[in-house]
């Protein structure tokens, strides 16, 4: 299986009466968006509004961030089950507007999550400040059911992004870059590099819940059991978020779209170790299937023949139990492992990071301490709803100042201590 | 400009006399006296210097901590220091306390940079490294010359707000608190460079080393159920509807008490939960599903159990540092203790 990415760098986004793109500038038809996504009855107003690094703008509460990308050829559609087709991808070729996001934003689901400055402090924490934000702005219909909410504006994201790509390759574009990705068959891919350690990635996806779900092909993940999954597939979309309750540790759908792991793995592969293969696992709620979950996710990594494996941590908490699970199951197989989580050692960094522990994970990576603090300056223009700062996860009652400063954690940034190692935020001890 | 530094010290170090002197109340000498001649030496080279020595006798201290405490901050503030530096104590464990306690006074009340120096057995070591920069220190005097340039440097780099780098780089006693900092790969690129290393047999440097957690040992069963009165406690977030005492959605600096007295179950719009960790949706719907108040009536009805207690205790487990769910824990339980015979601890 190969795919290749035909990547287009966008440094700007316009709006304009067509879509088109010329010397990075992607501009866009405001009112066609609108008009794409209005047909949804369980939106009663969508609006559209751009946001550039370096403006003084804030985007808050944020739900999702999406990558515009579709396919060009090989059939079907990316986010299978979700926008394309239930088919398998990750072959052919696939169009990817890198450097613009789609970010969905409004007045979602409680708790409201996720905030995105594209200047100040806040920029600096969140990896959304630097591309070019094609701001999705949702008002569902009074009253509508939680779940019924949170599907339409996760449905909206994807929907916009996957459109605007469309539009692109109907008007026509020159790749600025043609990356080339392989996801071989299992048993070449075992053959290959026979002197090099083979990793396997065990890929954890957050599946707690309302706003704390994911999608695989469009089947909610806490429903399936442990499976295999090529790169390629995940890198046109296979993956969906549905998920940005304390949104610095959520992988949002342009996460995965972009997963830094599998990048890396793909660097290394035949230098320094041969990647074998993606194992996606959950982090169910109950006791039964977190076991049933580490175990089966183990074995995949066993089967492969792997001799060490990258664990993926998505949230916090309740999840630290599947990551430990997860880490003493690979070791006491003899599969060495990293595991990359966050931290929540309290305000004052004094506390235990993690809730669960176990003496065989010896080689952790962080992506620093969730609970620190940060006061985000005032901003000239707010996309969203301010209001919501003082209930947001990671924001307080009085979070939320009069100037429209928000003193809060750096928990309530969107993506700011991705547990996939998104950005080069880290702790240390002293 | 100059920074200004107050330098603390005991009786012993400012010549007046050993034991037998110990009970001296705290007193203020403009200057230098005694190890801040070497500490000064250091402080001079970077634009800082001492203005002031506080003098306590270690017996007066350990015997009047917080007076002696608030002597100490005030003489700080008086002198409008921009740092402060107490020791070194060496193995003097009274001293070394003292030291501790003065620098976690002065950093928390004045918000200006602390650092000493002990001896790694030091008692003062454990009590207070978790709120100062203690550097290690020989046992005794005779490690003076090698004590005296960390500490100056640690002070120093800190008055001017500089990154002070790792345990093992600058040579104090790891505190145990995590800071943030920006690395030069995203986590990425660590997490697989790492592996490799591993793999490879390698030195490999972890970047969090696994906790180790306290385990409690079960209490004895309940002799009779039936007489017993008993406790609702939740990380669950149910509180009355609208949250009076603002618990955070996550990482919760408090937790709310509440009576239940007369309340047969929790009503949807009366209750709600504050915890933003989980689908909402089934705990607004029917709050008894995460605080069972419901169940606990009929029990009570039937004669199951004796009583259930009049207030239950609530917090958010989300997010929310091990300390602080400890601290929570601990006052919950002294506020229950002599008042019931068991807990119901439910979480979400």
Not at chain 1, 306 to 314: G, L, R, Y
Not at chain 1, 400 to 410: N, P, T
Not at chain 2, 194 to 202: D, Q, S, V
Not at chain 2, 298 to 322: M, P
Request: include cysteine; charged fraction near 25%.
């Amino acid at each position: 299986m190969k795919l290749e990415l035909q990547k287009v760098k966008i440094t700007k986004v316009v709006f304009g009466d067509e879509f088109s793109v010329k010397n990075g500038v992607l501009t866009v038809n405001k009112q066609a968006i609108i008009d794409y996504l209005s047909d949804d009855d369980r939106l009663a107003g969508v609006d559209v509004e751009l946001a550039h690094p370096g403006e003084k703008t804030r985007i808050m509460p944020v739900k999702d961030v999406v990558e515009p990308r579709c396919k060009l050829s090989a059939g079907n559609e990316v986010f299978p089950g979700m926008i394309g087709d239930v088919d398998t991808v990750g072959e052919g070729s696939t169009l990817v507007l890198e450097g613009a996001a789609v970010v969905t934003t409004g007045r979602l689901v409680a708790p409201q999550e996720g905030i995105i400055d594209m200047s100040g402090p806040g920029a600096e924490l969140t990896p959304f400040s630097k591309t070019c934000n094609i701001v999705v702005v949702l008002h569902p219909v009074e009253g509508l059911e939680n779940h019924n909410r949170e599907t339409s504006c996760r449905m909206a994201g994807l929907k916009a992004a996957t459109f605007i790509a469309q539009q692109i390759k109907k008007a026509g574009f020159t790749a600025d870059k043609v990356e080339t990705y392989e996801s071989p068959s299992y048993k070449d891919a075992l053959a290959a590099y026979p002197g090099l350690p083979k990793v396997a990635y065990i890929y954890m996806l957050q599946t707690q819940g309302l706003l704390h779900d994911t999608y695989v092909y469009g089947v909610d993940a806490k429903k399936i059991i442990p499976s295999m999954i090529n790169a390629t597939e995940v890198m046109d979309g296979a993956i969906c978020s549905g998920n940005c309750v304390s949104a610095c540790d959520k992988n949002s759908t342009y996460v995965h779209q972009n997963n830094p792991i599998i990048k890396s793995l793909y660097e290394h592969h035949g230098k320094d170790l041969n990647f074998v293969g993606v194992v996606i696992t959950n982090e169910n709620v109950t006791l039964a299937d977190k076991k049933r979950s580490s175990s089966y996710a183990v074995k995949l990594a066993k089967t492969l023949g792997a001799d060490a494996a990258v664990i993926s941590e998505e949230g916090f908490g309740n999840p630290d139990a599947d990551l430990v699970m997860n880490c003493w199951k690979c070791e006491r197989q003899g599969i060495k492992t990293v595991l990359v989580t966050d931290e929540y050692a309290n305000r004052d960094g004094a506390s235990q990071s993690l809730a669960d522990t176990c003496p065989e994970g010896d080689a952790c990576v962080t992506a620093g301490n969730a609970n620190a603090t940060i006061t985000l300056p005032p901003m000239d223009k707010i996309i969203g709803d301010i209001q919501f700062a003082d209930v947001m996860a990671g924001g307080f009652f009085g979070s939320l100042k009069e100037d429209g400063s928000i003193f809060a954690e750096i928990q309530i940034i969107t993506g700011s201590t991705s547990e996939v190692g998104f950005t080069k935020l880290g702790a240390y001890t002293i | 400009m100059t920074y200004k530094v107050v330098h603390y010290i005991n009786q012993f170090f400012a010549g007046i006399g050993g034991e037998e002197k110990a009970d001296i109340a705290p007193e203020v000498r403009e200057g230098i006296v005694g190890p801040g001649l070497a500490l000064n030496n250091f402080f001079k080279k970077s634009d800082a210097e001492i203005v002031a020595t506080v003098i306590c006798g270690d017996s007066y201290f350990a015997e009047n901590m917080d007076s002696a405490s608030d002597f100490v901050v005030e003489a700080v503030k008086k002198f409008g220091a921009d740092g402060f530096v107490a020791g070194p104590a060496f193995n003097a464990g009274r001293y070394g306390t003292a030291c501790g306690a003065v620098c976690k006074a002065v950093g928390e009340k004045l918000g200006i940079p602390t650092v000493s120096a002990m001896y790694v057995e030091n008692p003062g070591v454990d009590l207070y490294k978790k709120y100062t920069y203690i550097v290690s220190a020989a046992d005794s005097a005779r490690g003076m010359g090698k004590a005296v340039p960390p500490m100056a440097s640690i002070l120093v780099r800190q008055m001017k707000g500089e990154a002070i780098g790792t345990p093992k780089a600058e040579g104090y006693i790891e505190r145990g608190v995590r800071v943030n900092k920006m690395y030069d790969e995203v986590g990425a690129e660590r997490a697989v460079k790492m592996l490799i290393a591993k793999l490879k047999g390698e030195e490999f440097e972890t970047e969090y080393k696994m906790p180790v957690f306290d385990r409690v040992t079960p209490r004895p069963a309940i002799a009779d159920i039936s007489k017993a009165t008993i406790a609702l406690v939740t990380s669950g977030g149910i509180v009355p509807f609208g949250n009076p005492d603002h618990i955070a959605a996550s990482s919760a600096q408090n937790y709310g008490e509440y009576c239940i007295a007369g309340v047969d179950n929790l009503e949807k719009g009366k209750y709600q939960t504050a915890h933003g960790g989980y689908d909402q949706t089934y705990a607004n719907e029917d709050p008894d599903r995460v605080l069972p108040v419901d169940v606990m009536r009929n029990l009570e009805k039937e004669g199951k159990i004796g009583k259930l207690y009049d207030y239950y205790y609530a917090t958010v487990g989300n997010g929310t540092g091990v300390a602080n769910a400890k601290r929570f824990g601990t006052e919950i339980g002294q506020k229950l203790k002599g008042k019931v015979d068991a807990v119901i601890l439910t979480s979400t």
